[in-house]
T-cell receptor, first 113, second 114 residues
Framework: DAGITQSPRHKVTETGTPVTLRCHQT?????MYWYRQDPGHGLRLIHY???????DKGEVSDGYSVSRSKTEDFLLTLESATSSQTSVYFC????????????FGQGTRLTVV | AQSVTQLDSQVPVFEEAPVELRCNYS??????LFWYVQYPNQGLQLLLK??????LVKGINGFEAEFNKSQTSFHLRKPSVHISDTAEYFC????????????FGAGTRLFVKA
């Protein structure tokens, strides 16, 4: 299994509070991604990174920010959590940005109450 | 832009029966195609991929898929399913231009009954 660790695995938080999810990889892959998974929507890309300090927005980036200060770590922050951000969040990594598969973490189940 | 449609949200099937999970896509450029499987409370893992060459692709756990360019489809098949194949399956499309534009389908939940 690819070395990807997400923390925490479960979190319940209150509306309006900031939340940070962490993704740690031991594969030294250049590309890292944050997705959210919601019923009926599959996986949707929130943000991605193509190197240290190099990040960009995906299709559902509003309300989220990311940071990548080291190759192995990619942080996702919800600045002020809302109920619509209740979801399962997956981190993924890949060696290239094309013609290659992504490897996924175990997911973080976030509930905003 | 790409889009992916998984034509069935749920597929119930009896153990040892064959199964086909359907995936259609649209894209203005050539694409790479993937099937991923997600077991309960786990992340996605790759079943198989089509990058180029033979249109019939074999993957893990006895699954295979066929790329049909004219019908823009990439259907997943298994001749005989097991209880352990119960999971959610995702089709994904990635343009050959790269740029982090992989699109996932909404998923098909395969439920294998004894």
């Amino acid at each position: 299994d690819a070395g990807i660790t997400q923390s925490p695995r479960h979190k319940v938080t209150e509306t309006g509070t900031p939340v940070t999810l962490r993704c740690h990889q031991t594969e030294n892959h250049r590309y890292m991604y944050w997705y959210r998974q919601d019923p009926g929507h599959g996986l949707r890309l929130i943000h991605y990174s193509y190197g240290v300090k190099d990040t960009d927005k995906g299709e559902v980036s509003d309300g989220y920010s990311v940071s990548r200060s080291k190759t192995e770590d990619f942080l996702l922050t919800l600045e002020s959590a809302t109920s619509s951000q209740t979801s399962v969040y997956f981190c993924a990594i890949s060696e290239r940005d094309r013609n290659t598969e992504a490897f996924f973490g175990q997911g973080t189940r976030l509930t905003v109450v | 832009a790409q889009s992916v449609t998984q034509l069935d949200s749920q597929v119930p099937v009896f153990e040892e029966a064959p199964v086909e999970l359907r995936c259609n896509y649209s894209s203005s450029v050539s694409v790479y195609l993937f099937w991923y499987v997600q077991y309960p409370n786990q992340g996605l893992q790759l079943l198989l991929k089509y990058l180029s060459g033979s249109t019939l692709v074999k993957g893990i756990n006895g699954f295979e898929a066929e790329f049909n360019k004219s019908q823009t489809s990439f259907h997943l098949r298994k001749p005989s399913v097991h209880i352990s194949d119960t999971a959610e399956y995702f089709c994904a499309v990635s343009p050959n231009t790269g740029g982090f534009k992989t699109i996932f389908g909404a998923g098909t939940r395969l439920f294998v009954k004894a």
